[in-house]
């Protein structure tokens, strides 16, 4: 895929200096090359302050925004889309309504940071503990018009040989990212995306929605139960809704929102 260029109303802050990440799928983790340091991501980038917005809250979208669109699917045909581009609208489709899970995330400009994600993945073959390894230099971006920042890395490989793709044989080691859902689901894949989405996104308070988990197995379950606490509701509700409803839902608050006023 194709990183598309971002629109004037963000603004690249900054090229922070190396980082490497890899982020397992059965334990989800995260870590960094970086020493001394090596289970923390460095990212010094002073941002605005929103003042006006508590910690976890994230403020509204000014009216003049566009609404979102899933600009990171390969095809706007629901007979084919693969699993990568369901993933990304089941993840999209939760972040676009008013709900805890989108609360969770700083709400709908959360999209920008998942579509942008999404368009950097690029597939291999690696353990079969990765899920997603994310490395490169990060460069962290700002909203203009809301005061939104997210962080992204120069290079995010999904694993092929991980649970988000295939579940393990039986002589294989069986492992998931939580209890709650089985490798190789749709609940799977949605909930590694919206994990990874948590690393990437900082609250008003100047912290990440998810902390970093470096080798902590614990603490990254502890990020991942968090992202099923939010969003369990969310979730389960994806089980009801078609690839063509979910697309069909998008392109209708597009037509609404865009349609003109007298």
Known sequence: ?????????WLIVLLTQFTAVTSYAQNSLIKTALEP?????NDNVT?????STQPGESPA??????????????????RKLGVIDRAYLDAFTILNDDNACSQ???????????????LQLKTRYLDRDVAIRMS???TTVQSYATGFTFRLFDKVELNMAGSFFRSPAPSERYVSITSEYAPNTRETR????LHELGHLIKRPDKQWVLSDDGDDSRLSRDNTERVISACKQQIASLAGLTAEQELETTSTNLAQKTAPTN
């Open 1 to 9: 895929m194709t990183r598309s260029k971002l629109p004037f109303t």
């Open 37 to 41: 340091t090596p289970n923390h991501i």
């Open 47 to 51: 941002t605005a302050s929103l003042a």
């Open 61 to 78: 979208a000014p009216s003049f925004l566009p609404p979102p669109e899933p600009n990171a699917l390969s095809t706007r045909d629901p």
């Open 104 to 118: 969770f995330f700083g709400g709908r400009n959360a999209i920008k940071a998942l579509t942008e994600m999404v």
């Open 136 to 138: 490169g230099a990060t």
């Open 190 to 193: 949605v909930v590694v995306f």
